[in-house]
T-cell receptor, first 113, second 113 residues
């Protein structure tokens, strides 16, 4: 069975500081992992994905994520946070056998000036 | 190119009423999905359609029906609405080839009184 856990409901960070939003996963087979961002009253927008290859994946808006197979983690990172990064972030894993996706519960990122 | 569109954006129903949420995509995607988003629970899959003419249950299908009308359109029907179905509903689509990400609509905010 596939599942995703986001252990933090909320992350607070000051503008200009690095940020990390945590995600751990459980899959049978190869993991296909995704990060999405949701701004208030909007749908989810794709940020980045890991399918295979380099463990450090770069995505939109300066975000990156580090895949760690031994720790079954896929943490989202950004070297320098912006106030405009404040939003709800979702980690997701794709099923190996079907084109279905399983989402974490979401982490609210608050970036303060 | 409008992406994924959903109608209506807002709806208030009384318990027992029925309604259909409409979703359309213009990206020629084979797969389409319906999710509901509730606070602290992330996105939960209601139904999905891997391709035109097929539909399958997701995690929380009870109380819902779907129709994949053609490749572009995927509707979600509530036959007898209940307060527990108060939620924000998102439609999504993707192309299954290459482990592609999903594209989301703007959502429908449904309140059942």
């Amino acid at each position: 069975a596939q599942s995703v856990a986001q252990p933090e409901d909320q992350v607070n960070v000051a503008e200009g500081n690095p940020l990390t939003v945590k995600c751990t996963y459980s899959v049978s087979g190869n993991p296909y992992l995704f990060w999405y961002v949701q701004y208030p009253n909007r749908g989810l927008q794709f940020l980045l994905k890991y399918i295979t290859g380099d463990n450090l994946v770069k995505g939109s808006y300066g975000f990156e994520a580090e895949f760690n197979k031994s720790q079954t983690s896929f943490h989202l990172k950004k070297p320098s946070a912006l106030v405009s990064d404040s939003a709800l972030y979702f980690c997701a894993v794709r099923s190996n056998n079907f084109n279905k996706f399983y989402f974490g519960s979401g982490t609210k990122l608050n970036v303060k000036p | 190119n409008a992406g994924v569109t959903q109608t209506p954006k807002f709806q208030v129903l009384k318990t027992g009423q029925s309604m259909t949420l409409q979703c359309a995509q213009d990206m020629n995607h084979n797969s389409m999905y319906w999710y509901r988003q509730d606070p602290g629970m992330g996105l939960r899959l209601i139904y999905y359609s891997a391709s035109e003419g097929t539909t399958d249950k997701g995690e929380v299908p009870n109380g819902y029906n779907v129709s994949r009308l053609n490749k572009r359109e995927f509707s979600l029907r509530l036959e007898s609405a209940a307060p527990s179905q108060t939620s924000v509903y998102f439609c999504a689509s993707n192309s299954p080839r290459g482990y592609n990400e999903q594209f989301f609509g703007p959502g429908t905010r449904l309140t059942v009184l």
